[in-house]
């Protein structure tokens, strides 16, 4: 095709080449009347990909799934998976891979359609996707860039002209989402389940081709890839675990193997602080809490060495040894990452062995009189404490001092102190009122302006302009806690 060409698209299909086992070839479903809605021009760019002619009506064909690339190989991926503890065979029940596009930098990063209808792994369901959830997705996962944490990217929104029906009817929408892969804890577990050891072996070696290439010449490359994934989350779930971040269904299936965050479902941002947070509506006993986060990124590691143990030695017992060791780095690993993040937040550049008590004890005040979690440590940067419970205490007065104790052991200016901070602690989150707000105006009404300026005010989280300031202001209160659905 023409569009291929004058877009600028570049697929290639690796996975594809994999045992077929793991897919299942099949097009996206097409959609009556394909609209784009949204289009990210700064993912656009960094693809290679030209802005204008993606809002071609061939191109948003494509993105509907009405029209196939050329050079694409769309399949539906296979994997298994924990969910909430329990395993179950899953895979790609509403999404399609397109391929692999290749940048002009030489990056490789998967193309998904998520929305693009039934395929083999739909379990019943209509594998189609509402405009609210696709849209809230793009919002998360762009405000996760501009916070500087891995993160899945989004291209593109593009509206059905179908209805989909949940508890009630809803518009339906395509999501074209950008990912290093799509390689996840519950493809290792799927293989490890239902095929062989050399298919297994397969999709190891690809996956440290893709992902991991140092590691290729180690003498025992599939021990230092799990050393590598433990690395990647500890250090990722560290900084979930500094903004705030809840990601609300930590199932294995939703864990990737390159480290980015994926599968914005009932995920949000925390306001009060308080580690047993929760808002997934279907986590009830919260297993995927604030606080219970890196201990399931544990818990989810420990599901991904248990299949590479036919890998790692022919010793069962030797495999599982070698796995233990290096599972047994994870905890600090996130500790070493979470601290150094906290230090940030507290602009403080060297370590000394009570910082770890001097941050808890913060915390604990912050739990005590209900602070908000991004405002507290806004405050802190500038110095402005405000009315309120926290501030307003004798425990919060003596923290203060020797917290500035703690500063003055330091020899680096206050300037260079409060840029640190400023650099570390975001005046702006998508605060779960604001991006209801968005999505209502978007879905009830068809007006993308309060998404577009919310959008526009989280680009640079870290910026403190006046302009970011209305943006700032926690939830009204409310005698009903915000709850988050998954969006299926």
Same mark, same amino acid.
């Given at each position: 095709?023409?569009?291929?060409?004058?877009?600028?698209?570049?697929?290639?299909?690796?996975?594809?080449?994999?045992? %077929?086992?793991?897919?299942? %070839?099949?097009n996206p479903t097409p959609?009556?009347?394909?609209k784009?809605?949204i289009?990210?021009?700064h993912?656009?760019a960094s693809?290679?990909?030209?802005?204008?002619?993606?809002?071609s009506?061939?191109?948003v064909?494509?993105?509907?799934?009405? *029209?196939?690339?050329?050079?694409?190989?769309? *399949?539906a991926q296979?994997?298994?998976?924990?969910q909430?503890?329990?395993? $179950?065979?899953?895979?790609d029940?509403? @999404?399609?891979?397109l391929?692999?596009?290749?940048?002009?930098?030489?990056?490789?990063?998967?193309?998904?359609?998520?929305?693009?209808?039934?395929?083999p792994?739909s379990?019943?369901?209509?594998?189609?996707?509402a405009?609210?959830?696709?849209l809230r997705?793009y919002?998360?996962?762009?405000?996760?860039?501009a916070?500087?944490?891995?993160?899945?990217?989004?291209?593109?929104?593009?509206?059905?002209?179908?209805?989909?029906?949940?508890?009630?009817?809803?518009?339906? @929408?395509?999501l074209?989402r950008?990912?290093?892969s799509?390689l996840?804890?519950?493809t290792?577990q799927?293989?490890?389940r239902f095929?062989?050891?050399?298919e297994?072996?397969?999709?190891?070696?690809y996956?440290?081709k893709?992902?991991y290439?140092?590691?290729a010449?180690d003498e025992?490359?599939?021990?230092s890839?799990?050393?590598?994934v433990?690395?990647?989350? @500890?250090?990722?779930i560290?900084?979930?675990?500094?903004?705030?971040?809840?990601?609300?269904v930590?199932?294995?299936d939703?864990?990737?193997?390159?480290?980015?965050t994926?599968?914005y479902?009932?995920?949000?941002?925390?306001?009060?602080?308080?580690?047993?947070?929760?808002?997934?509506?279907?986590?009830?006993?919260?297993r995927?809490?604030?606080? %219970?986060?890196p201990?399931i990124?544990?818990?989810n590691l420990?599901?991904?060495?248990e299949?590479l143990?036919? *890998?790692?030695?022919?010793?069962?017992d030797?495999?599982?040894?070698l796995?233990?060791?290096a599972l047994?780095?994870?905890?600090?690993?996130?500790?070493?990452?979470?601290?150094v993040g906290?230090?940030a937040?507290?602009g403080?550049f060297?370590e000394?062995?009570e910082?770890?008590?001097?941050?808890?004890?913060?915390?604990?005040?912050?739990?005590?009189?209900?602070a908000d979690?991004?405002?507290t440590?806004r405050?802190?940067?500038?110095g402005?404490?405000? %009315? @309120?419970?926290?501030f307003e205490?004798e425990?919060?007065?003596?923290?203060?001092?020797?917290?500035q104790?703690?500063?003055?052991?330091?020899?680096e200016?206050?300037m260079t102190?409060?840029?640190?901070?400023? $650099?570390n602690?975001p005046?702006?989150?998508?605060?779960?009122?604001?991006?209801?707000?968005?999505?209502?105006a978007?879905?009830?009404?068809?007006?993308?302006s309060?998404?577009e300026q919310?959008l526009?005010?989280?680009?640079k989280?870290?910026?403190?302009?006046?302009?970011?300031a209305?943006y700032?202001?926690?939830?009204p209160?409310s005698?009903?806690a915000?709850?988050?659905?998954?969006?299926t």
């Amino acid at each position: 095709m023409t569009i291929k060409r004058e877009t600028g698209w570049n697929l290639d299909n690796s996975y594809a080449r994999l045992p %077929n086992l793991f897919f299942s %070839n099949l097009n996206p479903t097409p959609v009556q009347l394909p609209k784009l809605i949204i289009l990210n021009d700064h993912v656009a760019a960094s693809l290679g990909l030209n802005a204008h002619d993606l809002q071609s009506e061939d191109s948003v064909a494509v993105l509907a799934g009405n *029209l196939i690339l050329d050079d694409s190989s769309p *399949l539906a991926q296979a994997y298994a998976g924990h969910q909430f503890g329990h395993f $179950n065979m899953l895979g790609d029940g509403r @999404a399609i891979l397109l391929g692999e596009h290749i940048t002009p930098d030489g990056n490789r990063v998967d193309i998904q359609l998520k929305g693009s209808g039934n395929t083999p792994y739909s379990r019943g369901g209509d594998g189609r996707a509402a405009l609210g959830p696709m849209l809230r997705e793009y919002i998360i996962s762009e405000a996760m860039y501009a916070l500087r944490i891995p993160t899945t990217r989004s291209l593109a929104v593009v509206t059905t002209g179908e209805s989909i029906f949940r508890e009630t009817e809803l518009p339906g @929408a395509i999501l074209t989402r950008v990912a290093a892969s799509h390689l996840r804890v519950g493809t290792f577990q799927y293989a490890a389940r239902f095929t062989s050891k050399q298919e297994l072996q397969a999709l190891a070696d690809y996956t440290i081709k893709r992902h991991y290439p140092d590691v290729a010449a180690d003498e025992n490359q599939y021990l230092s890839l799990l050393h590598e994934v433990i690395k990647t989350q @500890a250090s990722l779930i560290a900084k979930w675990q500094l903004v705030g971040f809840i990601h609300g269904v930590m199932n294995t299936d939703n864990m990737t193997i390159s480290g980015e965050t994926i599968d914005y479902g009932p995920c949000a941002f925390m306001d009060v602080y308080d580690p047993a947070t929760v808002f997934s509506s279907i986590d009830i006993q919260g297993r995927y809490s604030y606080g %219970n986060q890196p201990g399931i990124g544990g818990w989810n590691l420990s599901r991904f060495a248990e299949t590479l143990l036919p *890998l790692l030695h022919d010793n069962q017992d030797e495999a599982i040894k070698l796995a233990e060791d290096a599972l047994s780095d994870y905890n600090e690993l996130f500790m070493n990452h979470w601290l150094v993040g906290m230090r940030a937040k507290l602009g403080l550049f060297n370590e000394e062995q009570e910082d770890e008590t001097l941050i808890q004890d913060l915390l604990n005040l912050m739990k005590k009189y209900r602070a908000d979690y991004t405002n507290t440590f806004r405050a802190l940067t500038f110095g402005t404490f405000e %009315n @309120a419970p926290l501030f307003e205490s004798e425990e919060f007065t003596k923290w203060n001092e020797m917290w500035q104790a703690r500063l003055s052991r330091q020899s680096e200016s206050e300037m260079t102190v409060r840029e640190l901070m400023k $650099n570390n602690n975001p005046a702006v989150i998508p605060r779960n009122h604001r991006v209801e707000a968005a999505l209502e105006a978007a879905v009830e009404r068809d007006d993308y302006s309060v998404m577009e300026q919310l959008l526009n005010m989280m680009s640079k989280p870290y910026s403190h302009t006046p302009e970011q300031a209305k943006y700032c202001t926690p939830p009204p209160p409310s005698t009903q806690a915000y709850q988050t659905y998954c969006g299926t």
